[in-house]
């Protein structure tokens, strides 16, 4: 069994190369070391872990029959202050945050609000995506936009300087300064094909902006942030002052610091959370105890069990990645922003997963050590 937890890692590195173009020019990029033939044995092996892929920090925690298990805090915050990381401490999510925002979306299409199907026009006043000759053929949905089928570019963000001007999301989806990425247009017809777009996912923001008429950061801590008790997560940027001190800085893979401690993301639905380990553990455990019709707090079972059918990608339902090597069933997704990742992963039937945030541009690597040592120790399904 011990191989498909490596195949498992494998199709994880596959997604992270992917998700990460876009995220950063590269300049500060070392490449990382191969996965050590040692250092798997036991939870205390993690520590050597870090120091193997260079990261400075770092938050775990497991999963287990559907509980919290192990809350493992290792390494510092910032290599330049060595204040310690702890279960409070707080890391960007980057591209997890789509999984969330789709979740709502879904929250409201189940209550009625929304359509997933119908033009996001309907919904989006203050801006129209440019004339298309793709436009004519089909229309962009708000299920298109969730499971990256819209036609819509603009893969990743690179963020902003903490100490310079931040564009507004009209600026973002026109290309316009201060916005360093390009307009927001489509690309290929609607529902045709799988095309990942964190360009779609602002647009969207802008569509619930619009209809709701209210901050997307508000309408994001009702629908899901405050319904789980999520107190120590926040999609909005910049980050309120309150949280500061919770927060860890970015650092590049060679191990140098991203300037000013890390970036802000205007581009909050793609791109745009704060939060712990442990509160995206208790996001991943609501979504297994929905599939398994335990609890329904956010979403009906049919509901969720829809997000998790494969798209035309079948690695990509809608805000989640499928990580169902060999049909075992785990599902969550992964992020990169600059000088941060995470992957959160969880098993359909089984009630075990693990949640890992770092402060590096090295998390995805030593996620998937951690992945096949936890994999292996607790006898998951597959290793």
């Not at 990382?32 to 092996?45: A, F, G, I, R």
């Not at 775990?60 to 910032?78: E, N, Q, S, W, Y």
């Not at 801590?221 to 120590?232: C, E, G, K, T, V």
């Not at 398994?292 to 009906?300: D, I, P, R, V």
Request: hydrophobic share 40%.
């Amino acid at each position: 069994m011990k191989s498909l937890g490596n195949k498992i890692a494998f199709v994880l590195i596959c997604v992270l190369s992917s998700l990460l173009s876009g995220c950063g020019d590269g300049s500060d990029y070392t490449p990382p070391p191969p996965p050590p033939t040692e250092l798997t044995d036991s939870y205390d092996d993690i520590a050597g872990l870090l120091d193997h892929y260079n990261v400075p920090g770092v938050s775990i925690v497991t999963i287990k029959d559907f509980k919290v298990d192990r809350i493992i805090a290792l390494g510092v915050k910032d290599k330049s202050s060595n204040i310690a990381v702890t279960p409070d401490t707080m890391f960007q999510a980057a591209s997890i945050s789509k999984s969330l925002a789709a979740v709502a979306v879904m929250k409201a299409m189940q209550n009625g609000e929304l359509s997933l199907d119908a033009d996001i026009h309907d919904i989006l006043y203050s801006w129209q995506l440019p004339d298309s000759s793709y436009s004519a053929d089909s229309v962009v949905t708000l299920r298109r936009i969730l499971g990256h089928t819209a036609g819509i570019n603009v893969h990743g963000f690179n963020g902003y300087n903490r100490t310079g001007q931040l564009p507004t999301t009209l600026q973002i989806l026109d290309g316009q300064s201060p916005a360093n990425s390009e307009a927001v247009k489509l690309i290929h017809t609607p529902g045709s094909k799988f095309q990942y777009s964190g360009g779609g996912y602002t647009l969207m923001q802008l569509a619930l902006t619009d209809y709701y008429q209210q901050p997307f950061y508000e309408w994001m801590h009702d629908q899901i942030l405050s319904p789980l008790a999520m107190n120590n997560s926040s999609y909005q940027q910049p980050l309120p002052s309150a949280f500061i001190e919770q927060t860890s800085m970015g650092h590049y893979s060679n191990g140098k610091k991203v300037d000013n401690g890390f970036h802000v993301y205007p581009e909050m639905a793609a791109a745009g959370l704060w939060t712990t380990a442990t509160d995206l553990a208790n996001y991943m455990i609501e979504m297994q105890n929905t599939l398994n019709g335990n609890t329904m707090n956010l979403l009906e079972t049919e509901r969720l069990m829809e997000m998790l059918e494969a798209g035309k990608n079948p690695r990509f339902g809608l805000g989640f990645e499928l990580f169902q090597a060999d049909n075992y069933g785990y599902f969550g997704h992964s992020g990169a922003n600059e000088g941060f990742q995470a992957v959160m992963l969880a098993h359909k039937t089984e009630g075990v997963g693990l949640v890992l945030m770092s402060n590096s541009d090295n998390g995805v690597q030593l996620f998937n050590s951690v992945v096949k040592l936890v994999g292996k120790l607790e006898e998951w399904p597959g290793f």
